[in-house]
């Protein structure tokens, strides 16, 4: 029976069915002496081409087996070209006004998403947030006459300022406890549930960094037109 995978597929824009079109492994036996005795060592190093069954486009991937990661042998340092995209995601570039510290780590959760590293993602999501709050010098939020300084708080502060509404506001608290599960508890979120909270995060790029940039050409425009 044929072998089928379900992959993303860059042209198609979602998760379709490949198949392989030509792969090739190699097995290479490594000896090392150990306290006077000989021990053997394996590993596969194993390389692929996939054909979209949609499409027809072929993506190429190269990864290796380690004897020593059994019994479940993840497969070590992928390489996969042309390297993968999450369609539905506003990429990187779509944003003029953003800080570049802060696109670059929007960038790396991207990248740790498509690459299924989900820890990693999750506590970029975390990280990207604390990034936006300390770069608009948000210290937190006002809770019974004291200054809430955690992140909840710097997040409630975004909403005090007028940068973000309510809703948009508990909707990225709600997204940062996926960082905290992450790290605090190692929890692995699906992809799906990290592709929703990029969603949420290139939403708040928009309304804290681009939508006033908008505002401003746009009442520019207007004033130039009455004088």
Same mark, same amino acid.
């Given at each position: 029976?044929?072998?089928?995978?379900?992959?993303?597929?860059?042209?198609?824009?979602?998760?379709?069915?490949?198949?392989?079109?030509?792969?090739?492994?190699?097995?290479?036996?490594?000896? &090392? $002496? +150990? @306290?006077?005795?000989?021990? #053997?060592?394996?590993?596969?190093?194993? *390389?692929? =081409?996939?054909?979209?069954?949609?499409?027809?486009?072929?993506?190429?991937?190269?990864?290796?087996?380690?004897?020593?990661?059994?019994?479940?042998?993840?497969?070590?340092?992928?390489?996969?070209?042309?390297?993968?995209?999450?369609?539905?995601?506003?990429?990187?570039?779509?944003?003029?006004?953003?800080?570049?510290?802060?696109?670059?780590?929007?960038? &790396? $959760? +991207? @990248?740790?998403?498509?690459? #299924?590293?989900?820890?990693?993602?999750? *506590?970029? =999501?975390?990280?990207?947030?604390?990034?936006?709050?300390?770069?608009?010098?948000?210290?937190?939020?006002?809770?019974?006459?004291?200054?809430?300084?955690?992140?909840?708080?710097?997040?409630?502060?975004?909403?005090?300022?007028?940068?973000?509404?309510?809703?948009?506001?508990?909707?990225?608290?709600?997204?940062?406890?996926?960082?905290?599960?992450?790290?605090?508890?190692?929890?692995?979120?699906?992809? #799906?549930?990290?592709?929703?909270?990029?969603?949420? =995060?290139?939403?708040?790029?928009?309304?804290?960094?681009?939508?006033?940039?908008?505002?401003?050409?746009?009442?520019?425009?207007?004033?130039?037109?009455?004088?």
């Amino acid at each position: 029976m044929e072998e089928i995978f379900k992959i993303h597929c860059n042209k198609c824009g979602t998760d379709t069915i490949h198949k392989i079109f030509v792969a090739h492994s190699e097995r290479r036996n490594i000896h &090392e $002496i +150990i @306290d006077y005795r000989n021990y #053997e060592f394996w590993e596969d190093v194993t *390389a692929v =081409i996939y054909r979209c069954g949609g499409c027809g486009e072929f993506l190429f991937k190269k990864y290796r087996i380690w004897c020593e990661d059994g019994p479940d042998f993840p497969e070590k340092d992928v390489i996969v070209l042309p390297e993968r995209n999450i369609s539905v995601l506003k990429t990187p570039d779509r944003f003029q006004h953003v800080p570049s510290h802060i696109i670059s780590l929007y960038r &790396e $959760i +991207i @990248d740790a998403a498509v690459k #299924e590293m989900v820890i990693l993602c999750s *506590a970029g =999501i975390r990280a990207i947030i604390e990034a936006i709050c300390n770069d608009k010098g948000i210290e937190g939020a006002t809770v019974d006459n004291n200054l809430d300084k955690n992140l909840r708080g710097k997040i409630m502060g975004l909403c005090e300022k007028g940068y973000l509404t309510l809703k948009h506001a508990k909707s990225l608290l709600y997204h940062k406890f996926i960082g905290d599960k992450a790290l605090h508890e190692l929890r692995n979120h699906t992809k #799906e549930e990290l592709v929703a909270a990029i969603d949420i =995060i290139a939403h708040t790029l928009d309304s804290v960094y681009e939508l006033d940039n908008k505002v401003n050409s746009w009442n520019e425009t207007n004033e130039k037109k009455v004088k």
